[in-house]
């Protein structure tokens, strides 16, 4: 594509994701329109909006315990997904082209079976799987599983580079041109040791063959989402895309130049690597319209009694005595070990709690604001509000300025909440000429305009 | 729907055959891929197996069930072979099943899965979506697995080298109790997790601000000597509220765990005298396990070759085996004749109390397209098969009710709610 802009500076072409609207509170559930989370005809509703805007993927989360809070299983959110790779592969049957990402674990999980799971997935969907690879260490979680919570949380990073250099090689032991079926002379296989792996490291000791001939596209595409420095540098080293979290301008360019800087540490171009913030949006008629709709979603989002769930992550402590149209407590956070609410990646998050109170109360004060009016103050407003244009501007304006490569839009709706943005956003870059009007290649690494896998095996773990 | 009054859970002796088609590779004979109207490059591919499956249901079977394991293909039930003369590779099963079960609407989908080296809370999600995509065909047929090769694959449990002979020593025995007491474990943790919600767990009570009325959703605290699952389920309870557990038994231990665990076994009876001997283990087993009133269904597995010109089958199947360099062994008795003859088996074979079969095609497509098209009309014109679908559920084809939600049962007044609502 030739299209410059002003500045003279090619344009980048924007990459699109549709987040099934996930297991918190972004996802409105008590709105009409809202439909099931569970039955398939949603998945392939949403899948089918994006692959009829030309999208590049559909996203899959997981969360491997139901949350908890105060010891009791959380029940304001959306609760209950299906197993990742099974929907999938299911989806493969109704789409032809979008590629199909999926969030996998790599602490409660094993290589062999997961790289048959993405391999197989990959011949099913002819090359369109993507894997985003997360980590976790929990004992709550372990609860679930076998080996119970067995990983310290320093060696979750070991473990998920060890899994992922483990599944490479199991990618890779099949160079691709192995099965002949030849039936005139009778020979299936070409070679006789086709699979054969050996990985030994701190985490694991396998060996034998793997079952899988080689993948349509090598291996799945890999995602990361985590945003540590360690994080960052295993995305450096390993992934193919980012799922950021740095939805604003700012941020965005920051966290781009930050990850891309690292890429030439490990010999690889700039363009070998994808950046996609997870975004929200909300379309309007008028601008002033959009925003008006953003509001009402937005305390769809938090109810009061959501307001005083989102309290006590902070506060850690239980506030169910508390009024939520009524002000902050004057009680402090409880420092220290988090105890009020399990199973979610948010608690986690190194902030000072004391800080973060202080800052809340001041914040109320100066605007007036009651417990819920506050949370949603605090909890941030949609990343793209206006009509289809400015929103359609704004998108590619963040993307021409190195904010990122594209988008993972999270809908607040299940299953129709891509619909308008397929019908009137998409058009409006497709005019831009800085999205595809139809799909060019057949495999999600062709849609992510990354490099082909070429056939390497993998080192030792060091 | 067409009623069939002959399906009547209430009269299984009056019931029609059920028949159930295992689906591996390009099928079971070692050579039928290179059968001419084999597509052994093609079996990696969605196609292959949405056509299949489409043959399957149009032929109006029951149920199809995939094989699967989690190592190479081999001749040594034990240990890996170096082969290169026959079909090496496959894909997941639970996958395939997925990927075919939006392209059908009425065939049961049973995939293989290890439960020796796999998480019952990832199969058990697994399956339970399956059951939602499928909206209502899911089940899914539970394997042990003794190869060391696999062992070494996973990493995570000492390697135990197993040999034929000595299954029926004691030291043998032990191994198998464990192995197969592990898998009634793990079944239990899967039917514990699929009713870990119960049916009308989802309020979306927007009064109270609250999505899930969560004193409907249970811990199962499962606690074994192997391992323990705390649950609940991050997948809500499949439509079949519990998809169907099947598994293939040659022997006491397998045959336990069949009585014990399962709803449909998978047996290798020579005859029908060696059937019935099959049937009462597996009913004392199940009346051990205080099941006396649940149905198990059990299907014999044959492997078939089938030809409407009689003494053709048997010359195809010599033509099989001299390009095989071998004649033909199975686990399973091998059937060589037209489908008048096999319906004569089949016959006689139920007499002894089995429900139903499933048919191991020698070949495929080949051997599948003469059971849809040529044993099917066959048993339809005995009045022994189908003729149209009477349920849109595999429960509802087996005869086998929606159960109860074990944790509902536990509060009377909520098994009084789900009842009515079933």
Excluded: C
């Amino acid at each position: 594509m030739s299209n410059e802009s002003s500045s003279g500076k090619p344009l980048k072409r924007i990459h699109l994701a549709a987040h099934f609207p996930g297991v918190n509170n972004t996802t409105v559930w008590s709105d009409p329109q809202a439909g099931s989370q569970i039955e398939f005809s949603s998945f392939a509703h949403l899948a089918r909006t994006a692959e009829r805007a030309k999208f590049d993927f559909l996203f899959l989360a997981e969360g491997l315990r139901l949350r908890e809070q105060n010891g009791r299983i959380y029940d304001l959110d959306v609760v209950g997904r299906p197993d990742t790779f099974t929907v999938l592969a299911a989806l493969a049957a109704v789409t032809d082209r979008l590629g199909l990402a999926g969030t996998i674990n790599s602490t409660f999980n094993e290589p062999y079976e997961v790289a048959r799971q993405f391999a197989s997935l990959d011949h099913l969907s002819a090359g369109r799987s993507a894997w985003n690879v997360v980590t976790s260490w929990d004992a709550f979680t372990g609860e679930n599983f076998r080996r119970g919570g067995f990983l310290r949380e320093e060696d979750r990073y070991a473990r998920a580079r060890q899994f992922l250099e483990a599944s490479w090689q199991l990618f890779d032991s099949w160079r691709g041109d192995e099965v002949l079926a030849d039936q005139a002379s009778g020979v299936f296989l070409g070679d006789p040791r086709a699979g054969e792996f050996s990985y030994r490291s701190s985490e694991f000791d396998i060996s034998g063959r793997f079952d899988v001939p080689r993948a349509p596209q090598g291996r799945p595409v890999i995602f990361q989402a985590g945003d540590s420095e360690q994080g960052r540098e295993f995305a450096a080293a390993s992934a193919d895309a980012i799922f950021s979290r740095h939805g604003t301008l700012d941020a965005g360019k920051a966290f781009y130049a930050d990850v891309k800087a690292r890429l030439a540490r490990y010999g690889r171009s700039p363009d070998s690597l994808k950046i996609l913030p997870a975004v929200t949006f909300v379309l309007g008629e008028s601008d002033a319209e959009a925003h008006e709709k953003a509001e009402v979603v937005r305390r769809q989002q938090v109810s009061g009694q959501t307001a005083i769930k989102l309290l006590e992550q902070v506060w850690n402590r239980d506030l169910s005595g508390y009024d939520p149209e009524g002000p902050l407590p004057e009680v402090d956070p409880l420092v220290g070990e988090h105890t009020v609410a399990r199973g979610r990646a948010s608690v986690r998050m190194n902030r000072d709690p004391l800080a973060v109170a202080r800052e809340w109360r001041a914040l109320a004060e100066a605007k007036n604001l009651s417990i819920r009016d506050l949370v949603i103050e605090v909890s941030g407003r949609q990343s793209f509000i206006g009509t289809p244009a400015r929103v359609a501007e704004e998108l590619n304006r963040f993307v021409q300025e190195d904010a990122g490569d594209g988008f993972i839009l999270a809908p607040h709706l299940t299953p129709g909440g891509l619909d308008e943005f397929a019908d009137t956003v998409v058009p409006l870059l497709q005019e831009r000429g800085v999205f595809r009007t139809e799909y060019e290649g057949s495999t999600l690494r062709e849609h992510l305009d990354l490099p082909p896998v070429t056939h390497t095996r993998t080192k030792e773990a060091i | 729907m067409p009623a069939s009054p002959a399906a009547s859970p209430s009269s299984p002796a009056a019931s029609p055959l059920h028949l159930a088609v295992a689906l591996d590779g390009a099928g079971w004979h070692p050579a039928a891929w290179r059968e001419p109207d084999a597509r052994p490059k093609e079996l990696f591919t969605a196609r292959y197996w949405a056509d299949l499956a489409a043959e399957a249901e149009h032929g109006l079977l029951d149920l199809l069930t995939i094989e699967d394991g989690l190592s190479l293909q081999s001749e040594h039930p034990f240990e890996p072979d170096a082969r290169t003369d026959r079909v090496r590779g496959r894909l997941d099963a639970v996958l395939v099943a997925a990927r075919i079960a939006p392209l059908t609407s009425r065939i049961g989908l049973v995939p293989t899965a290890i439960v020796t080296h796999t998480e019952p809370f990832h199969l058990s999600k697994a399956v339970a979506t399956l059951d939602f995509v499928s909206e209502g065909r899911a089940g899914l047929r539970v394997k042990v697995s003794a190869r060391v090769d696999e062992v070494a694959h996973f990493g995570r449990r000492e390697p135990r080298a197993l040999r034929l002979e000595e299954l029926d020593s004691p030291a043998g025995r032990a191994v198998l109790a464990e192995a197969f007491g592990e898998a009634e474990d793990y079944v239990e943790v899967l039917r514990r997790l699929w009713d870990s919600w119960e049916d009308d767990a989802e309020i979306r009570d927007a009064a109270t601000g609250r999505f899930i009325d969560r004193d409907k959703l249970h811990y199962i605290d499962f606690e074994g000597s192997r391992f323990s699952v705390r649950g609940p389920s991050i997948t809500p309870r499949p439509p079949q509220g519990q998809p169907l557990v099947a598994a293939l038994a040659h022997r006491g231990e397998p045959f336990r765990l069949a009585g014990r665990a399962s709803d449909l076994a998978f047996v290798t009876p020579r005859d029908a005298d060696d059937a019935r001997a099959i049937l009462a283990e597996i009913r004392s087993a199940q009346r051990e396990a205080g099941r006396e009133a649940e149905t198990v269904h059990v299907f014999a597995d044959l492997v078939v070759f089938l030809e409407e010109r009689p003494g053709a089958a048997a010359e195809r199947l010599a033509r099989l085996d001299a390009a095989a360099g071998a004649e033909y062994t199975s686990d399973a008795r091998v059937f060589a004749g037209t489908p008048a003859e096999l319906a004569d088996l089949l016959v006689e074979f139920a007499a002894a109390g089995l429900t139903g079969f499933r048919l191991r095609p020698g070949a495929l497509p080949y051997d599948l397209e003469r059971i849809t098209r040529g044993l099917v009309p066959e048993l339809q014109r005995r009045g022994l098969f189908r003729t149209a679908y009477e349920a849109s559920t595999l429960r509802g084809l087996l005869g086998l009710p929606r159960p109860a939600n074990r944790y509902a049962a536990a509060a009377p007044a909520d098994a009084a709610l789900t009842a009515a609502s079933a």
